[in-house]
Each structure stands twice: as C-alpha cells, then as structure tokens.
C-alpha cells in the first residue's frame, strides 16, 4: 500500500556509477537522506528550519537491502514515508525505484494508486533520534509540538 510515500524522482548521473555503469551503494544512502529531506519539506516543514530550532536529527541505524542495481541515465524515484514516530525518535522506510520515463512517475502521483509506481531496486530505511546541539537526547513533543503532533497525525 502506497499511504503517506513522498515520491522524488531523479536520474543517475555518469558521476554516481563505477566502470559497469552500475551504481555506488554509498549512493543510495545519500539518496535515502534526499528522501528524507523532500518528506520533511512536502509536509510543511525543513532542515533549515528544524535547526534554526536547536534541534538536530542524526542516523542512529541504517538499513539497506540491493534487489537489482540502478544503471547510469535510469530515470528513478526515491519513495520515503516516516513508518514510526514517538517524542525520542523517528524511523524513515525508504524505496529506490527506476521508472521508464519521468511521465511514468507523474501519471502515477496524479491518479492515487496504491502501489507504487516501477521496479524496485533498494529498499531499506534510517532510525534517528532527536538532540540539541550538544547532542543531548529531546523529547520532540516538548521542543516542538506542532512538529510532533504532525508526525504522529501522519504516521496514525
């Protein structure tokens, strides 16, 4: 079921590939941190604001599982929706997807369908947990209510 996914689309550039055009894994990683930063803007929100605020996100665990490699000029989309919320921490799902044509991903978001549009490549997500800038644990539903209050609303 396609609820709640923030859907980015992009290409894969000649600079993220090796020598078999096929992708770095390092890259996927960054591409999870895009996700999540497009999720974060979709709903109102930024980084650039979230920090403003004090408040700093960092990767505590990271998952990430190769089905089939993205391959240079692949036209893809990076999937990320936020799959548990509590006051300490947040856990992002995330889905690197290739797509024939940026058509594809623009005829998927327009009809509401519920699964996600192409073939799945990478699947995998990040656990992180709230600080301040000394990196002191914070209870998210105290520093920022109207953030948490969203999360929660949207995770159900």
């Not at 396609?2 to 390092?26: C, I, K």
Request: with cysteine; hydrophobic share 35%; charged share 20%.
């Amino acid at each position: 079921m396609a609820t709640n996914w923030q859907l980015h689309p992009l290409r894969v550039r000649y600079q993220e590939t090796d020598q078999m055009s096929v992708v770095f894994h390092g890259n996927y990683v960054t591409w999870f941190e895009i996700g999540r930063t497009e999720w974060i803007r979709s709903n109102g929100f930024s980084y650039k604001e979230i920090e403003k605020r004090g408040l700093l996100l960092p990767v505590i665990d990271l998952h990430c599982k190769f089905i089939m490699p993205a391959k240079y000029d692949d036209q893809i989309i990076i999937c990320t929706r936020v799959t548990e919320c509590s006051p300490l921490r947040i856990h992002f799902e995330s889905q690197i997807r290739r797509i024939g044509q940026a058509s594809d991903y623009e005829q998927w978001s327009l009809s509401g369908k519920e699964q996600l549009p192409g073939e799945l490549l990478v699947e995998g997500g990040t656990n992180h947990v709230w600080v301040n800038s000394s990196f002191q644990p914070v209870r998210l539903s105290k520093a920022w209510p109207e953030l948490y209050q969203l999360m929660k609303d949207i995770t159900g």
